[in-house]
């Protein structure tokens, strides 16, 4: 999870059923399971098969990668092809690419201070289609202005197919979860324990086409756990 701006390749909202194994020792855990994404009582149930390691080698820095490979069946979880970012292949009814995601994470904490790196890279991706874009990368920091208070900024490049798109940050617009290119910057506030406000804005480019518009957001937000 990025600490700064999370979500760009999992959101926190997808929590599938599964069975997960793993082992916690400290400074080093590690992870892996096997996910249902869509049961099927007719038909065939579409998986995914996850790993993740995680690591604090030194104070304040954390590293962390885990890989999310998905069934080749994954279009059936949605109703129409493609979408949400990921490119499309009509002839076949399905998506262009296969996914098979490599999700890296490092992060430092100095103080107040917050860095963060993210890397995303699709091995399914077909990249025979020149159109395909099958990495992307974000970089941002946070600073905590009290105990309850922070301001953050993070600048990332979505390739349409480093990741699926399907399970990708959903406050983002819904046909732009892969495939964009920009700046988010926010703040948040806990105003109490179960509650938290998140006023931030976006301004982002399509970068899959030629004719890439700009789209610009601004929401806040009220986060509540029970």
Do not use: C
């Not at 963060?116 to 202005?145: I, P, Q, R």
């Not at 990332?156 to 983002?172: P, T, V």
């Amino acid at each position: 999870k990025n600490p700064v701006w999370s979500g760009l390749a999992w959101d926190d909202d997808v929590q599938p059923e599964g069975m997960v194994f793993g082992r916690d020792e400290g400074a080093f855990s590690w992870t892996a399971g096997e996910y249902v994404l869509d049961e099927n009582g007719s038909g065939t149930e579409t998986l995914m098969t996850a790993a993740e390691i995680k690591m604090a080698p030194v104070q304040g820095f954390g590293l962390s990668a885990a890989l999310y490979d998905y069934d080749n069946n994954v279009d059936a979880l949605f109703g129409r092809v493609g979408g949400k970012g990921n490119l499309d292949n009509v002839s076949e009814d399905g998506f262009e690419s296969d996914f098979t995601v490599l999700n890296a994470i490092a992060s430092y904490k100095m103080n107040e201070l917050l860095f963060a790196a993210e890397y995303v890279k699709n091995f399914g991706a077909n990249t025979d289609n020149a159109d395909v874009e099958d990495t992307g990368y974000a970089a941002g920091f946070s600073y905590a202005l009290d105990d309850t208070n922070k301001v953050y900024y993070q600048y990332a490049d979505i390739g349409n197919d480093s990741i699926f798109a399907g399970f990708a940050q959903d406050d983002l617009p819904s046909d732009l979860r892969s495939g964009w290119a920009g700046n988010i910057i926010g703040w948040r506030r806990d105003l109490g324990d179960s509650i938290r406000a998140h006023l931030w804005m976006m301004a982002v480019t399509d970068s899959g086409y030629d004719d890439a518009a700009d789209d610009y957001r601004i929401r806040l937000d009220f986060n509540m756990k029970f």
